[in-house]
């Protein structure tokens, strides 16, 4: 079987069997998302500006990572000058500092949370090598594991992510049929 490219138009997620999961949950999260991101500046008395919003608005609107200079292609104004990097840059830092968006090292790419995970929270991530979509995962057991091997080393975390690369059910399922 050939490997398609993430993105790639050879691809679909509308096969018989509906939407990759991953696409279901983010646009189905992405209101409430949106909503608590809201919230929360309001709460902490921060600024949800408008560049920000937009960012966080076309993250949800994929369910893959998107890098920050196709982010700025996305969101700049149609015809109009496109966003300077270092204007989605802070955005993006803002984002992720404020728990609304994750970003995927080995991608160098960011992706929506609706979570709201604190700070100390292990986060997994199912990244899919066939269509590029994204799951994300927490548990207490995962964050029992990593704590358990941090503090046997005697290690202070400061940011807790694993990245799994693999194939999603969809992708699995449609190669199969």
Do not use: W
Request: charged share 25%; proline share 5%; net charge neutral.
């Amino acid at each position: 079987m050939t490997k398609m490219q993430p993105g790639s138009d050879a691809h679909h997620h509308d096969h018989e069997h509906g939407l990759c999961q991953h696409a279901h949950d983010h646009s189905r999260h992405a209101a409430a998302g949106l909503a608590r991101a809201e919230k929360v500046c309001r709460e902490r008395g921060l600024r949800l500006t408008p560049i920000r919003r937009k960012a966080l608005e076309a993250l949800y609107a994929d369910h893959k990572p998107v890098g920050a200079y196709d982010l700025a292609d996305r969101i700049s104004p149609p015809g109009g000058r496109r966003l300077a990097p270092i204007s989605i840059y802070r955005a993006l830092d803002f984002l992720v500092e404020q728990g609304f968006v994750h970003r995927l090292s080995s991608r160098n790419a960011f992706i929506a949370c609706p979570h709201g995970h604190g700070a100390d929270e292990a986060v997994a991530f199912l990244i899919c090598e066939i269509c590029g979509g994204v799951d994300e995962d927490a548990s207490p057991a995962m964050r029992a594991a990593i704590k358990g091997m941090a503090e046997g080393r005697r290690f202070q975390t400061s940011y807790q992510v694993v990245e799994i690369v693999g194939r999603c059910e969809h992708c699995r399922d449609a190669s199969a049929a």
